[in-house]
């Protein structure tokens, strides 16, 4: 199967895994927390026409939007999409009286909004320094740079982007916010380059890449997000274990695709967890990866971790 749809701006990754594990059946509901180009929502959509349920999520609404028209058109479904966070999926099912068979969770962002110049999510095109998934609500990383602590800096640089340099350049953020204010990608990135010195020339990668992505991660509290997201899955799996009212049926699979080792290390904790309290099956115990062949077709799909369950006790 190919998983390069040329004008979707995004190549899902992990395809054949996510179908196997979530294995779509005709008629179920199926919620993707994550819609983003609707790649992985078309695929597994289409393995349930003619008469599922399809629910998207996500942040940004233009995604959003061609995620549903993508579905629509590819499956002869109709999605309902939810312009928000997938923090209210429990209450938004729950309003429509949706019990999730299939729940998928791609986080992190689209390869169309890293390339977006006016998202300012990345260091390769000058743009206004914003970052946020949702550009309706929220404050960007040009204010977040502006109000933070220099200690706050450092941390957030430090435990979400792993910076070694992460005082070095909160320091450096510091003393030049004071003179001018930091507003665009450009300006941020030459402060990280300075900050870096001599060592930016032998650095692997960009030496901003770090830093962009923390602030990113910031920005749009994607850990709390997800912290928010895992312990209503967790609620609601024991709840469908035992047979009570909630908005997971028993039997659902749920597939998580992480990008960052801290957001695996979250949704590791909870499956590990509910699976010793035999309230999940797990389909194995370590994360699924990209072969060398997807790796070969699209690299971002290195850091990529699928881990899925089955809601309900082992046989
Ligand atoms: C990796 S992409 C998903 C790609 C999708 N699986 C596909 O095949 O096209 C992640 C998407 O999730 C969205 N997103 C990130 N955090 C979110 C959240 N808390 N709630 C809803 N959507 C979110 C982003 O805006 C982005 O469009």
Redesign the pocket.
């Known amino acids: 199967m190919t998983t390069a749809p040329a004008a ?1 701006g ?1 190549i ?2 992990l395809m054949e895994q996510v179908l196997q594990s979530i294995r779509p059946i005709a008629g179920e509901v199926f919620v ?10 078309a695929e597994i959509a289409k393995r349930m026409a003619p008469g599922g349920t399809v629910v998207l ?4 609404a233009a ?2 939007r061609y ?1 549903t028209s993508r579905v629509a058109a590819e499956s002869g479904l109709t999605p309902i999409p939810i312009h ?4 209210s999926v429990g209450r938004e099912l729950e309003a429509r009286a949706l019990r999730a068979d299939l729940l ?1 969770a ?5 390869s169309n ?1 890293m390339d977006d110049p006016s998202r300012g999510m990345s260091f390769s095109h000058d743009a206004p320094l914003d970052m946020r ?2 550009q309706s609500m929220g404050q960007t990383a040009a204010q977040f740079v502006e109000r933070l602590s220099e200690r706050d800096l450092a941390e957030i640089l430090q435990q979400l982007g792993e910076e070694p340099f992460a005082r070095r350049i909160a320091s450096k953020i510091v003393d030049s916010r004071a003179r001018t204010p930091i507003t665009t990608t450009t300006q941020l990135a030459d402060l990280v380059r300075e900050a870096y010195g001599s060592r930016a020339r032998t650095s692997r990668m960009h030496p901003a890449t770090r830093t962009f992505m923390a602030l990113r991660i910031a920005v ?1 509290d ?1 850990l709390g ?2 912290r928010a ?1 895992l312990e209503q899955l967790g609620v609601a799996a024991v709840r469908a274990s035992e047979g009570a009212p909630t908005w997971l049926n028993p039997q659902a699979r749920v597939a998580v ?1 992480g ?1 960052h080792s801290l957001e695996d290390r979250m949704v590791k904790r909870l499956f590990v967890e509910l699976s010793k309290r035999s309230i999940i099956r797990l389909e194995g115990k370590q994360p699924i990866v990209a072969s060398d062949a997807e790796l070969a077709e699209n690299p971002r799909a290195r850091s990529a971790k699928l881990r899925t369950a089955m809601v309900g006790r082992p046989d």
């Open positions: 979707s995004h899902p990754v993707d927390c994550t819609a983003g180009r609707g790649g992985h929502a999520f996500d942040l940004d995604n959003l995620a928000g966070s997938f923090t998928l791609d986080l992190g962002f689209a909004q998934l949702n749009n994607e997000a997800l997201f695709i990008f």
